[in-house]
């Protein structure tokens, strides 16, 4: 079945570090992939998404580049600040329709001043 | 345009109690998803609605939680009787028929004394 991989936290960096967040996936099929942001005490939102293969989504300043050969799709950011601080998932879908997400296990992010 | 809205934000049961969440999505969405969510892990799938049908209940423990969308717009989610294991975070979601994306509701957390 669908799955999906990330690296694991907690990562703690400095504000204007560079931020890569790693996700490898397996699937059948072409799915799409996200990455999805939840700051504490809040739901999760998209935070960028894309659909075939090397398509890059993009979204205040994080980026990532759908890689179907090495099924992957790493989040990275040139310059985090402190409210980046949240927990970062990647997921998948089946590629078809309003199928349901497979997420990894999230990644915790915790910028310092 | 108003988000995925769920009630209550949070629950605190004792064991074998009953408990029920309700989840209404944004309008016009046909696509509702219910998942769970276990501390430091990431959501999982429970059960997806296409209007009123549920489409995918495989992973619903049967025994003990059920779900319904009587009209196609809201759903809730009940569990009877609870047990320790179900303290969690439980999310809705829902999505329209011509994109895929998922928006999240802020969740309900559940604690089973």
């Known amino acids: 079945g669908n799955s999906v991989t990330q690296m694991e936290g907690p990562v703690t960096l400095s504000e204007e570090a560079f931020l890569t967040i790693n996700c490898t996936y397996t699937?059948?099929?072409?799915?799409?992939l996200f990455w999805y942001v939840q700051y504490p005490g809040e739901g999760l939102q998209l935070l960028l998404k894309a659909t075939k293969a090397d398509d890059k989504g993009s979204n205040k300043g994080f980026e990532a580049t759908y890689r179907k050969e090495t099924t992957s799709f790493h989040l990275e950011k040139g310059s985090v600040q402190v409210s980046d601080s949240a927990v970062y998932f990647c997921a998948l879908n089946g590629g078809s329709g309003n199928t349901p997400l497979v997420f990894g296990k999230g990644t915790r992010l915790s910028v310092i001043a | 345009e108003a988000g995925v809205v769920q009630s209550p934000r949070y629950k605190i049961i004792e064991k074998k109690q009953p408990v029920a969440f309700w989840c209404n999505p944004i309008?016009?969405?046909?696509?509702l998803y219910w998942y769970l969510q276990n501390l430091g892990q990431g959501p999982e799938l429970l059960i997806r609605y296409e209007n009123e049908e549920a489409v995918d209940d495989s992973q619903l423990p049967k025994d003990r939680f059920s779900a319904e969308r009587l009209k196609g717009v809201d759903s809730t989610l009940k569990i009877q009787p609870a047990e320790l294991g179900d303290s969690a975070v439980y999310l809705c979601?829902?999505?329209?028929?011509?994109?895929?994306?998922?928006?999240f509701g802020p969740g309900t957390r559940l604690l089973v004394l």
């Open positions: 699937a059948t099929g072409y799915p799409s």
């Open positions: 979601a829902s999505s329209d028929s011509l994109q895929e994306t998922q928006y």
């Open positions: 309008s016009g969405h046909n696509t």
